[in-house]
């Protein structure tokens, strides 16, 4: 016992010891224990192999990780005979589709190839240098029609002032001298005189239709110059597909007969077969001028106009062939084929024509088939 305790106080010394040469701080602080120190090392060696054992549960479960991104993991895995078959049969159904269409592409390989398809690029810049001109022809309408429309209503005008005047017992010509030779412009007189008066009003006068022996229940559309051909043959396309209905007329006038042909000739494309029977005819609408002052003495305008109307039938069934205006179906392929044929053939005359000119007198031709509105 006395030996243990020796051991025991030189270890206390020791440590004393060792604490005074390991803690001593700078001036007059005294020694400094470990012991708290100790066992924070402690806690934070006891927290690191805890996490050591996490680790190694982590690197266990990874083997189920690979066990499970496995492709071949759900192939192991019980899958019904039923659900199976039904996976062939859907295969097997699958394949022969597939088979088809590539026979189809094959068949169609000769047509893809050919000269016509591959010259679509140069068709498409000809028809859009076509649809310029078309747009620039249509403008040229619009100036032209609004020009006649300016002439008649000063033609009425001039005649309603005649009229008035001849009634009042005045000169129906004040700006002729005596010579008779106009000294005032009579369109600048007129349009003094139009100033006086407004378009109040346009009364369509009823026109009846061209054909005989139709349903009481046929659909018509009556095309407008402000219709949309997407709502028109979205409704016509609509009854039409139906077998009840086997009739649809289409009527237009004015501006509106060039929509109403486009609109035919849609049906016509996506519905084969359709028999046709087309009208051409005149419409009177009466515009009526009120004056813009009452109390003036002016009298009311009726301006009467004959303007173009078209009818055009379309049946599913055959018609009277004896007709007047009767187009059968597919009709209009034979006439296209005709007309690019024929154009075509021009064109190589026309080069060729132009080969042998220049090179005879050294001067280009003169070109006969310029594209409308050319120089």
Same mark, same amino acid.
Request: no cysteine; glycine share 4%.
């Given at each position: 016992m006395a030996a243990g305790a020796v051991e025991l106080r030189r270890l206390q010394w020791r440590l004393e010891e060792l604490e005074r040469h390991v803690g001593l701080g700078g001036g007059g602080c005294g020694p400094r224990k470990v012991a708290d120190e100790l066992v924070k090392v402690q806690v934070a060696l006891s927290n690191i192999a805890g996490k050591r054992e996490r680790i190694k549960i982590l690197f266990k479960k990874i083997e189920d990780v690979i066990k499970y991104l496995d492709p071949q993991y759900i192939d192991r895995m019980a899958v019904p005979d039923a659900m199976k078959l039904q996976f062939i049969l859907a295969e097997e159904q699958a394949i022969p589709d597939r088979a088809a269409l590539l026979e189809q592409v094959k068949t169609l390989q000769p047509i893809l190839d050919s000269t016509s398809i591959q010259a679509v690029p140069d068709h498409a810049a000809k028809l859009q240098r076509l649809s310029q001109i078309h747009i620039q022809q249509q403008e040229k309408r619009h100036d032209l029609t609004d020009s006649v429309k300016t002439l008649l209503e000063d033609y009425n005008k001039m005649v309603s002032f005649e009229l008035q005047a001849w009634n009042s017992g005045t000169d129906p010509f004040p700006w002729a001298d005596s010579a008779g030779s106009p000294t005032l412009g009579l369109t600048a007189f007129l349009h003094c005189r139009m100033e006086n008066y407004k378009k109040t009003k346009i009364v369509e006068k009823p026109c009846p239709l061209p054909f005989t022996d139709l349903p009481a229940d046929i659909i018509e559309m009556k095309v407008k110059d402000g219709s949309k051909i997407r709502n028109l043959m979205g409704y016509a396309m609509s009854k039409m597909e139906q077998?009840?209905?086997?009739?649809i007329l289409f009527t237009g006038s004015g501006k509106a007969v060039s929509k109403t042909i486009t609109c035919v000739e849609i049906m016509k494309r996506r519905l084969k077969?359709?028999?046709?029977?087309?009208?051409?005819? @005149?419409?009177?609408?009466?515009?009526?001028?009120?004056?813009?002052v009452p109390e003036a003495g002016l009298d009311a305008l009726t301006v009467k106009r004959n303007i173009p109307a078209i009818c055009v039938l379309l049946?599913?069934?055959?018609?009277?062939?004896?007709?007047?205006?009767?187009?059968?179906?597919?009709? @209009?392929?034979? @006439?296209?084929?005709?007309t690019l044929k024929a154009e075509s053939q021009g064109q190589m005359k026309r080069k060729q024509g132009g080969g042998r000119g220049a090179g005879s007198t050294g001067k280009h031709p003169r070109s006969t088939g310029g594209m409308p509105g050319g120089p």
């Open positions: 077998d009840s209905v086997r009739q077969e359709l028999h046709q029977i087309t009208k051409v005819l @005149f419409k009177q609408i009466e515009e009526i001028w009120e004056p813009i049946s599913k069934d055959a018609l009277d062939p004896q007709e007047p205006g009767y187009q059968a179906p597919g009709s @209009f392929d034979a @006439f296209w084929a005709e």
